[in-house]
């Protein structure tokens, strides 16, 4: 397993790290290509980050691959896209299985391409075993609408009494995300220079810590995967508390 930083400690390593992947079409602008190969090169990043994540023993990343917002975008680069997560869910299989890496899809699913979800789901089956590692991907994914369908779930868990809302707090509410079984992200890493959530999970990074990098996504690669982690492990996480309490100085 490769060191995380210099002064290497793997405990202060996150166990979540969750990317806003961006820039594919500036990338592909800045290239003279169309935006599609900047969305092609893009899944070679996402191929290299997921092996990164491994080699550094970071035991969950989600990766925001389409927002809910996403669909707004022309047909042809929205059909592209789904074309792609196709192929790459069908190259990839093999590899997340070798790999021991779960799959977990989070977003509103069932409006996805019914030959998508089939994909996802025998993908989803196939690694559901495997505990050490997640890759969480976000597909038709947006905070507003995960809190909205959690909301609703509560109302009805509430309303037929399996639910009792008087001791609610954001660990019950937790369970009713879509990432649920997943730790809160320490770390959200956006590529491209942009400084803004775009609706990802905005409940679960409350308290992330936010890496923004120039590079745009179909470059990134390990030099600044290790950039973004060194930023983080020398972040100091008060959680409210004052640096003194910290140290107990
Ligand atoms: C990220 O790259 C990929 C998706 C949002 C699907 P973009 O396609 O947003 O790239 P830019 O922002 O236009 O450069
Ligand atoms: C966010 O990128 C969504 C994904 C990375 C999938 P966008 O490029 O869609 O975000 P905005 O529109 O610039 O905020
Ligand atoms: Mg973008």
């Known amino acids: 397993m490769k060191s995380l930083t210099n002064q290497a400690d793997k405990t202060q390593a996150p166990k979540h790290v969750a990317i806003i992947m961006d820039g594919n079409g500036r990338w592909a602008k800045a290239h003279n290509l169309p935006r599609i190969e900047g969305h092609r090169q893009g899944t070679?990043?996402?191929?290299?980050?997921?092996?990164?994540?491994?080699?550094?023993?970071?035991?969950?990343?989600?990766?925001?691959?389409?927002?809910?917002e996403n669909w707004n975008r022309p047909k042809d680069e929205v059909d592209a896209l789904m074309d792609l997560l196709d192929k790459f869910l069908a190259d990839q299989l093999k590899e997340l299985i070798k790999r021991e890496i779960r799959l977990r899809v989070i977003g509103r699913f069932e409006e996805l391409p019914a030959h998508i979800q089939e994909r996802l789901q025998k993908t989803e089956q196939a690694t559901a075993h495997f505990t050490k590692y997640t890759l969480g991907l976000a597909l038709n994914y947006g905070?507003?609408?995960?809190?909205?369908?959690?909301?609703?779930?509560?109302?009805?868990a509430s309303k037929s009494g399996d639910l009792n809302i008087d001791n609610f707090d954001y660990n019950d509410l937790r369970r009713y995300l879509q990432t649920?079984?997943?730790?809160d992200p320490d770390l959200i890493i956006r590529t491209s220079g942009e400084s803004r959530l775009s609706?990802?999970?905005?409940?679960?990074?409350?308290?992330?810590?936010?890496?923004?990098?120039?590079?745009?996504?179909?470059?990134?690669?390990?030099?600044?995967?290790?950039?973004?982690?060194?930023?983080y492990v020398e972040r100091e996480r008060r959680y409210g508390k004052t640096s003194c309490q910290l140290h107990n100085t």
């Open 199 to 231: 609706n990802f999970l905005l409940l679960q990074s409350a308290y992330a810590e936010i890496h923004i990098t120039s590079v745009l996504w179909p470059d990134f690669g390990e030099a600044e995967f290790k950039i973004a982690i060194k930023d």
């Open 44 to 68: 070679e990043a996402v191929k290299r980050t997921l092996k990164l994540a491994q080699d550094h023993g970071i035991p969950f990343i989600t990766l925001y691959a389409f927002s809910v």
């Open 143 to 156: 905070s507003r609408t995960e809190i909205i369908d959690a909301l609703r779930a509560v109302t009805k």
């Open 180 to 183: 649920g079984d997943m730790p």
